[in-house]
């Protein structure tokens, strides 16, 4: 205890083992969900479902670990919401790439990253995107996951005269999810802890429940442990440079794309959790910021290699942060949990369908879509930009489409309002890539 006492410096921080070991539990139970919503929707960009759960688990569990450990922060990791759907739904699905170029995609933009984390380009890269697309992307992603999450459930359906329609509604699974929906938004109303993740339960448990009565696709209680860590994707990344450069500029939006959301997502967790633990100075930069940034970046290769979408922080860290945690061992015990979690990799996965995991989506969606409030709709600038990005990722069904299109917005509005020269360089260049990523003869949606 001694060591673990001078290591994480819970003395000096106001904390003890016990409190912190509370905090990872807690902070592991908010982000429980990940494990059956990432192989889901992993699975529909082609990848085997029980591969994906294992480096998913095993992604979180490195990724965290190391973050405890290098930075001690009480930040733990694992695959992100909204970037697995930009992997899944527009990288693999919009723009046909497979699942093995998508992966050789992650990890490059991890690799960047870990550049950016290590030579103080971080901050030049911050200052460079406007507050208002940083906020208007965030808010934009959760209405796609969301959108997402309602299509998968069969809610939502393809309609010939209008696009979309409502789905059959006397559909049992149809109805469990909207039973799960309406369950989890009374948990989040009612701030029950890991609210998602309870409402995921719950809903699986009502399913097994219509299942053993009879209803059909309902989820199944199958094995509980196993020891067949399955990681067939492994490697695989290695597998998708040629097809990933076959055309440059895509190659170059879809990295940025993934590097875009990680790295921002990344950077708003940290700052809203370090403020929580107070390692936000009085010049309002967050201490250690580097290492943390180079735990994120180092779990995003990680998760490439061994097989799954960008490993970032997770918001979720907020709750163990709620109950007492303020060093990385809250992380590192959120880590050994996830590495725990593989033992029961039959149970997840029984209990796991899209009936399940659609009112995580949807609800994770709402809390991204409160991003919104934050952006001035006052100003014609920022309400345009915001606006294209956010209905331009729903409509295209392309989170990269809609990053395009609300940079080439916002740059048309600023130079249509006299303001050209208050245009970011790195904004200029992104405008550039994005203009000839449209132009370009070879994408096809």
Request: contains cysteine; aromatic residues 12%.
């Amino acid at each position: 205890m001694k060591f673990l006492d001078s290591y994480f410096h819970l003395s000096e921080k106001g904390t003890n083992v016990r409190t912190e070991i509370i905090a990872g539990i807690t902070t592991f139970l908010a982000m429980a969900y990940i494990l059956g919503v990432n192989p889901m929707i992993l699975s529909d960009a082609g990848m085997d479902i029980e591969s994906v759960f294992t480096a998913t688990a095993l992604s979180a569990a490195v990724a965290s670990i190391i973050m405890g450990i290098l930075a001690n922060y009480p930040v733990a990791l694992a695959a992100g919401m909204g970037v697995n759907a930009l992997f899944a739904y527009t990288i693999c699905g919009a723009m046909g790439y497979s699942w093995e170029a998508a992966l050789a995609a992650v990890f490059l933009s991890g690799v960047v990253f870990v550049v950016v984390s290590i030579t103080g380009v971080r901050k030049m890269i911050i200052d460079a995107i406007p507050v208002q697309l940083k906020l208007a992307i965030g808010a934009g992603i959760g209405f796609f996951i969301a959108f997402v999450g309602l299509k998968n459930a069969a809610i939502i359906i393809a309609n010939e005269s209008t696009f979309v329609g409502i789905g059959n509604f006397s559909d049992p699974t149809v109805l469990l999810s909207i039973f799960g929906i309406l369950v989890t938004i009374a948990c989040v109303v009612k701030k029950v802890p890991a609210a998602v993740f309870v409402g995921l339960i719950v809903t699986a448990i009502v399913g097994v429940i219509l299942g053993v009565a009879g209803f059909e696709n309902m989820p199944v209680l199958g094995g509980v442990f196993s020891f067949d860590f399955k990681l067939n994707a492994a490697g695989a990344f290695m597998n998708g440079f040629t097809e990933l450069f076959a055309n440059p500029f895509n190659a170059i939006v879809v990295i940025f794309s993934f590097l875009f959301v990680d790295f921002f997502d990344t950077a708003g967790t940290l700052v809203a959790v370090g403020t929580e633990v107070g390692l936000v100075n009085q010049k309002g930069e967050l201490e250690g910021a580097e290492k943390a940034l180079l735990a994120d970046s180092i779990g995003t290769v990680f998760g490439a290699v061994i097989g799954t979408s960008t490993v970032t922080s997770f918001v979720e860290s907020s709750s163990g942060v709620q109950v007492g945690g303020k060093t990385g061992l809250t992380a590192v015990t959120t880590g050994v949990l996830f590495l725990l979690s593989m033992l029961i990799s039959p149970l997840i996965l029984g209990l796991i369908t899209n009936a399940v995991t659609a009112p995580a989506l949807v609800v994770v969606g709402v809390m991204m879509a409160r991003q919104m409030k934050g952006i001035d709709w006052d100003n014609m600038i920022y309400a345009v930009s915001a606006f294209v990005t956010i209905i331009s990722m729903i409509l295209t069904y392309s989170i990269s489409n809609g990053i395009a299109f609300g940079f080439v917005a916002y740059t048309v509005a600023m130079i249509s309002a006299g303001k050209a020269k208050e245009i970011h360089p790195t904004v200029w260049a992104l405008m550039v890539i994005f203009v000839l990523y449209f132009a370009s003869p070879y994408l096809s949606f």
